[in-house]
């Protein structure tokens, strides 16, 4: 498939500002999908990964393409490549969220780049998100999309990566539940989710996908918890693998340096997602 890399960038420097409320309906809905006892009031402090949750893309049903996403194009260039998937990306912390107060993101496109690697012709989209609360700025966020094709060019299994001990630990079942429950509480509706026969007939995948953010949120709470309770103040994390369902997958972290290593291990071993904590 052909990409014109020069007309995708000239989505670069698109701006976009949305408002979204910390309810703690929403935030108590997270609080349960991260398997937290949800009582969570106006004023306190929201789960790990919150952002996540606010101002998702909201599309009527016409409006939406095959794989359950917003059709392409608008505020994200209208890459031809059909899988959308989360690469990663870096927080910045400048303050706490809390439930209760609105908050405004201001996103804009940062970069539209075209690589080639063993998986075959791969487009990067990076994405940066400046959120603020009512007490001032709180977050900036660096998001990573890549779009790749669906038949791969390699078959080989991911890379060995050198890992420390764990100092912690945490199962989590990587069930069907747990994702249609955090695809509800994002208003996710990309199939590869849920939708098991679409995953393994249209994308050739074995099963459902656990959502990027979840497992980055997994690890940003297990960030804090190694930190005293305290957010980290730079959280930096990358997808090396795709998690599928079933079984328990492992969120892990030692401390390294100034800050703590942390990582996804799936069910047979692979390591899914890489992440640093400062």
């Not at 995708?8 to 997270?30: F, Q």
């Not at 026969?197 to 690890?219: I, K």
């Not at 079933?246 to 899914?272: I, M």
Request: hydrophobic share 35%.
């Amino acid at each position: 498939m052909d990409l014109d890399i020069e007309h995708l960038k000239t989505w670069i420097g698109a701006t976009r500002e949305s408002r979204d409320v910390i309810s703690p309906r929403l935030a108590n809905s997270l609080a349960a999908v991260l398997d937290e006892t949800p009582n969570l009031r106006e004023g306190d402090v929201p789960p790990a990964g919150i952002h996540w949750c606010l101002s998702p893309e909201i599309a009527p049903m016409s409006g939406l393409g095959p794989d359950g996403h917003a059709a392409r194009g608008g505020f994200l260039p209208p890459v031809p490549l059909p899988r959308r998937m989360w690469a990663g990306g870096e927080l910045v912390f400048s303050g706490e969220f809390r439930v209760g107060e609105e908050v405004v993101r201001r996103s804009r496109i940062a970069d539209v780049a075209v690589k080639t690697g063993r998986t075959g012709t791969l487009c990067f989209v990076t994405v940066t998100h400046d959120y603020a609360g009512a007490r001032g700025h709180v977050l900036t966020e660096r998001h990573d999309i890549v779009y790749r094709p669906l038949e791969t060019a390699s078959r080989r299994p991911p890379a060995e990566i050198d890992l420390p001990t764990a100092e912690q630990s945490q199962e989590v079942e990587a069930s069907p539940v747990l994702l249609a429950r955090y695809s509800a509480v994002t208003f996710n509706g990309h199939r590869i989710h849920y939708d098991r026969d679409y995953c393994q007939r249209e994308e050739g995948y074995p099963g459902l996908l656990v959502h990027g953010p979840l497992q980055a949120s997994f690890l940003l709470r297990l960030a804090g918890r190694m930190n005293g309770g305290r957010q980290p103040g730079r959280f930096a994390f990358r997808g090396t693998a795709p998690l599928f369902d079933g079984g328990t997958f492992t969120v892990n972290a030692a401390a390294s340096g100034a800050g703590h290593s942390l990582w996804v291990r799936s069910q047979d071993g692979t390591v899914t997602m890489q992440a640093t904590a400062e």
